[in-house]
């Protein structure tokens, strides 16, 4: 017999549009509230709702603007503008809108904000000075109607490319929903596709790097999908499943994400994944919902059909036992997958398994020091503490910890492993390494680096240097005393400018990171924009500079305080 409990129907299907395709939702949503956000036909895209991302499902619709910017950017439906944003990297410029229906629109990766709106946040960076915004301008200051020009479609931020990032979200709750759901939509009549399945000997331990699992190549076409091989796939004690799957579109698609997957054995759903709406504060866990060591180690987003006790992602449902399935029985067992885009299409994998009745042997797993994922974790060593808090594992683990001999230069501390990178966190864990006595007095310039030379930042406490990484792995202690480097790339001393509409320049920073940059002409304080991608730094001149002389500094500073000035005299 399948040792499975009691199976849950949760999901109800709705109908979406006048195709009356359906797809998996507990909830209903206006489907006429909302206008597609650009004017160019047919929609297309480069990235769907809930697409797997590193670190993050995608949490929203990247309209494709044909490798151009400045398409106008409309309102989508009424409301008013909510927030104003701008960043050195993220959605670079946004603009948020609030709706009457309860919903919040968002727009990100914009070149520009519509006048009246660029006006007001221009005015408000040269007040704080500042480049980085995030306002929330009162209901009355820029209400909307639908259709409305808001913006201009662009590529800040940390864009890969020009496009308009979309997203409706809860305003109560900020959890961004599937736009699909609201009707906003892109033609669609292509099936999911399925590469391959994979079979997890999971046995009642935690899935981590040292899970066996067997690859089965799938064929396939127009929605039916079968093994390349078919047979009955021996298995025996507890066994988890996992499959490759992706979406396309019609028209100019790349290959974007699904938005449901459902596994039934002998016709009894064990497990449901949809990506109708998840919390921001939990994207992250797309390191959990798929085989991440798989991941790290050939960057293959295996979709596991079980589900980590440490998962907080509420986008499960009719879970059986997890997904986990216990075959015992020495009997053939059918199993479904379904797998539906967020248009309804839909595609299927069926094949069968034979529980063989052996003992399933598992590798020895290393010895470590046990942490739990449902407890604060705390250990420590000779010149290292080690805090990981509850809600930061998706598994029990054996912590591995090692030291090794400090870098030959420019370390001062030992090496200590924490742990491996093919462990995903849901948050970071607090780190203290006591550095040696050769730090002396640049104990304010330290910082904990990870052994690729990445900076995790670094405060002094109590004799120790402390981080929060983001990630085990393997770290010292090392310093930073060089100030960021500024090198013009459109001006000079003695310059003319005239007729040149901004001034531009690349930093760049050794170690610990860019803090703050702030530029003067003639002593007053002008607006520099910056682009973390391509570190480019500008200003764009305006009526604040005059034809004639001018004296120009330019002061950027990194996280440990080191300092660059650039001083320079131009023409305009």
Known sequence: MIKAGIFLFLFSAFTLSCEAQQIFSGNKYPLVDFRQPLDIEPPALAGSFGELRPN???SGMDFRTNQREGYPVYATADGYVSRLRVQNSGFGQAIYLNHPNGFTSVYGHISR??????AAVKALQYEKKTFELDEFPAADAFPVHKGDIIAYSGNRGSSGGPHLHFEIRDTKTENTINPQLFGIQVPDDIPPIIYSLYVYKLNKKPFNEYTPKQYFQVAGAAGKFHLMHPGVINVSGEVGFGIITTDRHNGHSGIIGIYSIELAADTKTIYTSSLERFAFENSIAVNSHI???????????IQKSFVDPGNPLQIYSNLVNNGRIEFDDQQVHTLNYIVTDARGNKSTLSFTVHSDGKT?????????VPFSYNKDNTFAADGVKVVVPKGTLYNDLNLIYKVKPKPARGAYSSIYQIHNNLTPLHKGFDLWIKPDASLGSLTGKAVIVSAGGSSQGGIVDDGYI???PRNFGSFYIAV???APSITPLNIASGKNMAGIAKMMFKLHDNLSGIKSFNGYIDGNWVLMEFDTKTSTLWHSFDERTATGKHQLKLVVEDMKENVRTYSITFYK
Request: hydrophobic share 30%.
């Open 113 to 118: 904000f519509a006048p009246k709106i660029a």
């Open 56 to 58: 993050h499902f995608h």
């Open 291 to 301: 085989d991440y060591p798989t991941f790290k180690n050939s960057r293959i987003s």
């Open 480 to 482: 930073d005393t060089v």
């Open 360 to 368: 399933p042997v598992t590798p020895d797993q290393p010895a470590g």
């Open 466 to 468: 402390k981080a929060s």
